[in-house]
């Protein structure tokens, strides 16, 4: 038998034989694939490194915990706490350790001011106006609250730490603006803190709230004493020296809303007789911005500056009783007089 012979096919025939197997559904699809495939890369790959990052944002921030609602400020004060004293005539038999102890509630006058330390009771003749040792019935005498505090609200201007929380930021996360955590106060803290328009003190503090620059802060505090050479305890402040500038110890401490149960009680700050006299005097201005704070019923008009008596509880804590006596400041004669 003669041998058969296959005619080797063309690569034109070769192709054609292919496309003839494939689909024409499918090489129709083909061209559409590559016509949307190319703009959606094109643009996606910009879009997709602007969404993904914000997406992975929208999550963290909802499974952080809520920030806190900015507390609106209180107004500056206009007016601020005045030292000062009140008048009282003397009534026969009294002595200046008897005064002191029934109209001042000053339990511990006799130790304060001894016989056996005589500057220390010249120290209150001058401060009384009139000699102890020579007091007589109808003498006009001045008397002044003993180891006074003031109240005090304000804004604050700078932090100083004893030491800093170092803020870390968090890997992978594109967190925008990093928020930030003020200094560590919990060993001390110096804050400058404006309480009027053109006043400001410093307020030492310890507590484990944190403040920042910006915060709102109330504080009851050691109101400075008079310096009187050889008499490291003596009990009264300077009605002249001015609060701009001073450095004052705090109690009773609060930041925006928040309250530190933790922080001094006023009886920790040496020296005062608080425990010893079952209270304190405070100086303060009815407002908003001040004494209101403390939400004691004084039933007086804003802006008005006022002299009065906090009972201590066995906690240390100070309150404000009914019949606690109240005094306002007389701008005319510059003395406490009664409401």
Known sequence: MAPRFHDRSTPAENLHSILRSIPWRLLLFIPICVLIAIPA???????????????????????SPASPVPTPHPALPTVLPQAGSLLYTVQAGESCDEILTLRMRMNDAGEVFSDVKPATVSALSVAIGKDCHALQPGMTVMLSPQYPLVALGGLVRKVEATASLEVLPTPLINVGQQQQRGPDCSSGCLLTVQIAPATQVKLQVQTALTVQVGSWVWAQAMYPRKAVPKFDTYPYADPGASLNGVTLRACDFQVDRTHDDNSLSCDQLPPNSIDVDGGAWLFGVTGSSALDHWNYPL????????????????????????HNPVYRYDDGTHLYVHT
């Open 41 to 63: 890369y094109t643009y996606g790959v910009p879009a997709g490194a602007r969404i993904l990052p914000a997406m992975t944002n929208f999550f963290y921030t909802l499974a």
């Open 299 to 322: 039933h007086l008009p804003a802006g008005t500056r006022v002299l009065l008596w906090l009972t201590v509880d066995n906690n240390g804590n100070l309150h404000f009783r009914k």
